[in-house]
C-alpha cells in the first residue's frame, strides 16, 4: 500500500486509500552524461555510474581505500555485489565510492585523507542501496526485483527514519553491508533461517511469525490477495462515505439557500424566538461532555502525530516532528492519546451496560426505524419534493451516525493500534497476517475517521447554518429552547404529550 497524504480531504476524492506515493527511480544525473567514460565500460556499469557523479573523478585514487580497510574490501570482493564484476573498468576500489560516496566527500583528490564527514538530509531514499536497486537496467542484468526500494518506502521502517528516528532499520542494518549475498543464501542475515535473530535486535521477543510479516513483496492479488482485497474495501469504502456525505452536505446548503430567497409567507417550519429571557434545555450532563471532551482531544492528538508518519518527506511533517519534541516523543505522545481513546471508550462502553441494567433502556442514540425514514423524508425535501424537513427525534439520523462511527473508528484504529504497539506480543497469539493487516487498517481507517471528523461532523455541529459557529451543548451541556424545538420537533412533541414539556 502506497501511502501519500499531503492534502487529506484532496486525497480522499483522488485516491482514498492512506498511501505513501512511490518515488521513481534515480534519475541518471546530468554529470555522467559529461564525463569520459573509460573504454569497455558496459550498460550496466554506465548506469550504476550515473548515479553517482563523482565516481570517475575520484576512482583514481580509490586504491587508497584498501590501505586502511582491506578486509572491508576483501568482504565486498567476494560478496555478491564484487562477484558481478560491477566497474572493472574503473581502478580498484572504485566499487567503494558507490557506498561511501554520501559520506566520504574527498576534497583535495591528491590528499586522500584530507577527507570530511558531511552532514546529509536524513530522508533514506538518498541511501546508495536505492540508487542502484532501483534502476531497471540494473535490474534487468542481475535479475532481481526493481520495485525493491520503493516498496520499502511504503514501510513503517523507511517513514521513521525519514522523520529522524535513529533506531529506525536502513537497507544495511538488516541485509548486511560488505559481505551481502542472496536473500535465498542461508548466511544472508534476512534468510528466513537468520531472519529472526535480525528482527529480535530492535524487537525483543519476535519469533518466526513476526519475522515472516515484513518483506518487499509488492501488494498485488496474486502475491497478497488478503491484504489487496482489505485495501480494496477500504477504498471503496473511504470514497463512498466521502460521496454520500460531501453529496448530503451539498444537498442542505442548497436546501438551506432556496429556504432563505424564499418568501417569508411561503416559508414552512419557521421558529419564532419567543419573547422574554432566553430559556435552555439540558442537553448532555456533565459526565457525557467529559468522555466526549477526552474522545474529541485524543483523535484531534492522534490525527496531528500520526500525520508525519503518513506523510514524512513533507515540510510540515519534518516541522511538526521538531516542534513536538523528535520521532520518538512524537511516538510517546500518539500511543499516549491512544491510550486515552481505549480508556474513554472502555468507560463508555460500561456506562452504557450500567444504563441499561438499571433501566432496562437502550440508550436514545440506538438506530431506529424512524432513522430510515427520516432520511427518506430528508431525501424529499432537498429535492423539493416535501415543504419541510422532517420532525427529528432527541437524536436525528445525522447524529446517530456521528456516535456509530465512533464505536466503528475506536475498534478498527484502537485495535490495530495494539497490535502495531505490541507486535511481538501479537506474534505469539495470532497469525502474521493480524500485524499485517493491522498496518492497512491503522492507516485507512485513520483516512475515513479524520474525513468524517473534519468534514461531516465539523458541519452539523459547528458550520450548518443556524448553528454557526457551534452548537454550545457540548461544552455547556444546555441547548437553547426554541433551537431544539426547531431541530428536535419530534421528541418536543412526544414530551408535550407525556406533560414534560412546558411551552
Same mark, same amino acid.
Given at each position: ?6 492534502? /487529506?480531504?484532496?486525497?480522499? /476524492? ?25 573504454? @569497455? ?13 563523482? #565516481? ?163 501488494? @498485488? ?11 480494496? #474495501? ?22 438551506? $439557500? ?51 508518519? /503518513? ?60 432513522? $430510515? ?67 492497512? $487498517? ?47 420537533? @419530534? ?13
Amino acid at each position: 500500500m502506497k501511502h501519500s497524504i499531503h492534502l /487529506l480531504f484532496t486525497l480522499a /476524492l483522488l485516491a482514498p486509500s492512506l498511501t505513501f506515493a512511490s518515488k521513481p527511480a534515480a534519475a541518471p544525473s546530468p554529470s555522467a552524461k559529461q564525463v569520459n567514460l573509460p573504454a @569497455g565500460t558496459n550498460d550496466v556499469d554506465s548506469a550504476i555510474i550515473s548515479h553517482f557523479e563523482n #565516481i570517475v573523478d575520484h576512482s583514481r585514487i580509490a586504491g587508497k581505500c584498501l590501505n586502511c580497510h582491506p578486509n572491508q574490501f576483501r568482504d565486498v570482493s567476494s560478496s555478491i555485489h564484487g562477484k558481478a564484476g560491477l566497474l572493472k573498468t574503473l581502478p580498484e576500489g572504485s566499487l567503494c565510492l558507490t557506498c561511501h560516496e554520501m559520506n566520504h566527500i574527498v576534497k583535495d583528490p591528491l590528499k586522500i585523507q584530507n577527507f570530511q564527514l558531511e552532514t546529509f538530509s536524513n530522508v533514506p531514499h538518498e541511501l546508495a542501496c536505492m540508487r542502484c536497486h532501483a534502476d531497471a537496467t540494473v535490474a534487468k542484468a542481475f535479475g532481481f526485483p526493481p520495485h525493491v526500494p520503493s516498496e520499502y518506502e511504503q514501510s513503517i521502517h523507511y517513514r521513521k527514519a525519514a522523520i529522524g528516528e535513529a533506531k529506525a532499520p536502513l537497507c544495511f542494518d538488516c541485509h548486511g553491508a560488505h559481505n551481502i549475498v542472496r536473500v535465498e543464501n542461508p548466511s544472508s542475515p534476512v534468510h528466513e533461517a537468520q531472519r529472526v535473530k535480525v528482527c529480535a535486535q530492535c524487537h525483543p521477543g519476535a519469533n518466526a511469525t513476526f519475522a515472516s510479516v515484513f518483506d518487499h513483496t509488492p501488494i @498485488g492479488p496474486e502475491e497478497k490477495p488478503l491484504e489487496y482485497w482489505v485495501i480494496v #474495501i477500504f477504498k471503496i469504502l473511504t470514497l463512498g462515505t466521502f460521496m454520500a456525505l460531501g453529496l448530503f452536505i451539498l444537498l442542505d446548503v442548497m436546501a438551506t $439557500i432556496r429556504q432563505a430567497i424564499m418568501p417569508k409567507s411561503k416559508r414552512p417550519h419557521e421558529h419564532a424566538k419567543k419573547e422574554g429571557p432566553q430559556q435552555f434545555v439540558e442537553r448532555l450532563p456533565f459526565h457525557l461532555r467529559l468522555q466526549h471532551f477526552l474522545m474529541l482531544s485524543s483523535v484531534i492528538t492522534l490525527v496531528i502525530t500520526a500525520w508525519p508518519l /503518513l506523510s514524512p518527506e513533507s515540510s510540515v511533517s519534518q516541522a511538526l516532528t521538531r516542534m513536538l519534541g523528535g520521532a520518538h516523543m512524537l511516538a510517546m505522545i500518539h500511543r499516549t492519546a491512544g491510550f486515552i481513546m481505549i480508556g474513554d471508550f472502555i468507560y463508555h462502553v460500561v456506562f452504557l451496560y450500567l444504563r441499561f441494567r438499571a433501566g432496562g433502556r437502550f440508550h436514545p442514540m440506538t438506530p431506529m426505524p424512524k432513522d $430510515i425514514f427520516d432520511l427518506k423524508d430528508m431525501i424529499f425535501f432537498f429535492f423539493g419534493l416535501r415543504d419541510k424537513r422532517p420532525d427529528f427525534d432527541q437524536f436525528a439520523f445525522h447524529e446517530k451516525f456521528d456516535y456509530w462511527a465512533v464505536f466503528w473508528g475506536v475498534a478498527m484504529m484502537g485495535g490495530s493500534g495494539l497490535v502495531l504497539t505490541f507486535p511481538t506480543v501479537t506474534a505469539h497469539l495470532l497469525p502474521g497476517w493480524a500485524i499485517k493487516l493491522s498496518n492497512i $487498517i491503522h492507516a485507512d481507517e485513520a483516512l475515513l475517521a479524520a474525513m468524517v471528523l473534519f468534514i461531516w461532523h465539523f458541519y452539523n455541529v459547528h458550520l450548518k447554518p443556524g448553528i454557526f459557529p457551534m452548537n454550545w451543548a457540548w461544552l455547556t451541556g444546555r441547548m437553547k429552547k426554541d433551537l431544539y424545538e426547531h431541530e428536535h420537533a @419530534g421528541h418536543v412533541e412526544k414530551l408535550r404529550k407525556q406533560g414534560k414539556w412546558k411551552d
